[in-house]
C-alpha cells in the first residue's frame, strides 16, 4: 500500500517488492526510479516506516544540490545508525542522488567499504528519469543495484485513489500529486504547466544532460503531445519546428523525454527487430494529462469533441502499454506498410500482441490488422473500443496478461 501525506492509501505492488528486498540480507543498492510525481517518495516513505530498523531519508533535490563530502557525511550517519549496539542494521534513502555530481563513484566506493567491513547499511536510491539514473548506474554501479521501476498510475489505480472515471482519467491523466486539483480544471493546468512539466524539462532534463539546442527540445516536447498517437517523419517535423537541427538530434531529445518519462517515439516494427532510427517515429505520451495540459480546451471541449476524445483513448491506451514496456514488461512499437497500420504491437521477442484502437465504426477499418496477422502471426490481434473490448476493460487489465498463455 501506498500513501500520501494527504490522501488516501493506494495498493501498489512496488511497495511490497521494495519492502521484501530492505528485509533480506544486504545484497544489493535498491533503485527506485520513475517520472516526477507518480509517488517514489511518498512509496520509499511508508516502506521505511514499515521496517522495524533504524531509517534515514535525505535529499539532493534542492536549488543548490550538496556535493561528494555532503553525501559521505549523510551516509556516516547511516553507518553510524547501523553499526550501533544491538542494532539490526540500518537504510538510509538517497531521494534525486543524481543532482549531485559524481554521486555514481562516491556510492561505489562507500558501497564497497561497507561491504568489507560487513556494515548492515542497506541503501536506497531514487531518480525523477530512469534514464538519467541509469547514467551513474551503468558506469559505476554495475553490479551492485536492483533497479525497481515505478511508472504513471494506470486507471484502475486513480479509480481507487481518486474515484476517477474513464473520463476524468482521460483528462486528467496519472499524476496522483495533481487529483485534488481536479476540481478545479483551470488550476490544474497551471500545475502540470508550472510544477511538473517545466520542472521536469529544465531540472531533470537540461541541468542533468547536454542539450545543444533546449529551444528544440521544448518545442518537440509540445509538437509531441500535440500529435500524440501520430506517425511523422523527422524531415517532417523539423519542417514544423523550423529548426536547422538534425534527425540525430530529434531521436536524441526523444530519447531524453522518454526517459524522463513524458514523451517517446515509437519505433515501427519489423518482425525480428525496432528499426532503431530508421522509420518515422510515432509519437505517444506516458500521460495524457501532458497532453489536455497544454491544449486550452476544458475537460467539457475535450471530452465533448469526438475526434480530440478518439485521440485522447488511443493516447491513454498507448500509455498504458508505453508504460508496461518501461517497466521491463515488453516492448512497443506500432506497424504500418504502405496503406496498411496497426496502432500497437507490444512484444516480449517471442510473442506479440497487435492492438488495433478504434473510438468511433470499426467496420471496413481492420484491413491493416489482417494484414499485420498474416505476415506475422501475433499470439492476438485486439481490437479496442467500438465493437471490441471496451477500453475501461483493457485499460483494467495489466498488459502482461494479454501475452500470456
Not at 7 to 21: C, D, N, Q
Not at 280 to 295: C, D, E, G
Not at 297 to 302: D, F, Q
Not at 386 to 402: H, M, N, Q, T, Y
Request: hydrophobic fraction near 40%; proline fraction near 5%.
Amino acid at each position: 500500500m501506498l500513501s500520501k501525506i494527504s490522501g488516501p492509501e493506494f495498493t501498489r505492488a512496488p511497495v511490497e517488492i521494495l519492502s521484501a528486498r530492505l528485509r533480506e540480507d544486504r545484497k544489493f543498492i535498491q533503485v527506485v526510479a520513475g517520472p516526477r510525481q507518480v509517488g517514489k517518495t511518498t512509496l520509499v516513505g511508508q516502506v521505511l516506516r514499515q521496517l522495524e530498523c533504524p531509517t534515514i531519508f535525505i535529499s539532493a533535490d534542492g536549488p543548490a544540490p550538496g556535493d561528494t563530502a555532503w553525501l559521505t557525511t549523510q551516509w556516516e550517519r547511516g553507518r553510524h545508525a547501523a553499526s550501533a549496539k544491538g542494532s539490526p542494521g540500518a537504510v538510509i534513502a538517497l531521494d534525486e542522488v543524481q543532482k549531485i555530481p559524481g554521486w555514481s563513484e562516491t556510492v561505489k566506493r562507500l558501497w564497497d567499504e561497507d561491504t568489507r567491513g560487513k556494515i548492515p547499511l542497506r541503501v536506497v536510491l531514487l531518480g525523477s528519469a530512469p534514464l538519467l539514473v541509469q547514467q551513474g548506474l551503468t558506469e559505476s554501479l554495475a553490479g551492485r543495484f536492483e533497479m525497481l521501476r515505478v511508472p504513471h498510475w494506470s486507471w484502475p489505480e486513480m479509480r481507487e485513489a481518486f474515484g476517477f472515471t474513464l473520463d476524468e482519467y482521460l483528462y486528467f491523466g496519472g499524476y496522483p500529486g495533481a487529483a485534488a486539483l481536479a476540481g478545479d480544471p483551470p488550476r490544474w493546468c497551471r500545475y502540470l504547466l508550472d510544477s511538473l512539466i517545466e520542472t521536469t524539462i529544465s531540472r531533470d532534463v537540461l541541468l542533468m544532460t547536454r542539450v545543444d539546442k533546449p529551444a528544440l527540445l521544448r518545442s518537440l516536447f509540445e509538437l509531441g503531445c500535440r500529435y500524440s498517437g501520430q506517425i511523422l517523419a523527422y524531415t517532417k517535423v523539423l519542417g514544423q519546428l523550423q529548426d536547422a537541427g538534425n534527425t540525430t538530434t530529434l531521436a536524441h531529445y526523444l530519447d531524453l523525454l522518454g526517459g524522463a518519462g513524458m514523451l517517446t517515439g515509437l519505433q515501427k516494427y519489423s518482425g525480428k527487430a525496432i528499426r532503431q532510427r530508421g522509420s518515422s517515429p510515432k509519437f505517444q505520451v506516458l500521460n495524457t494529462a501532458l497532453m489536455t495540459s497544454q491544449s486550452g480546451l476544458s475537460p467539457a471541449e475535450a471530452l465533448g469533441d469526438p475526434e480530440y476524445r478518439g485521440r485522447l483513448v488511443e493516447s491513454a491506451v498507448g500509455a498504458h502499454l508505453a508504460n508496461a514496456a518501461a517497466v521491463g514488461e515488453g516492448k512497443l512499437s506500432y506497424w504500418r506498410e504502405g496503406n496498411l497500420e496497426v496502432d500497437f504491437v507490444f512484444h516480449d521477442g517471442r510473442r506479440c500482441v497487435a492492438i488495433e484502437v478504434k473510438s468511433g465504426n470499426a467496420r471496413g477499418a481492420l484491413t491493416g490488422m489482417r494484414a499485420f496477422a498474416e505476415a506475422f502471426k501475433p499470439k492476438r490481434t485486439l481490437l479496442v473500443g467500438s465493437d471490441g473490448i471496451p477500453v475501461e476493460a483493457f485499460l483494467a487489465k495489466p498488459v502482461r496478461e494479454w501475452l500470456a498463455d
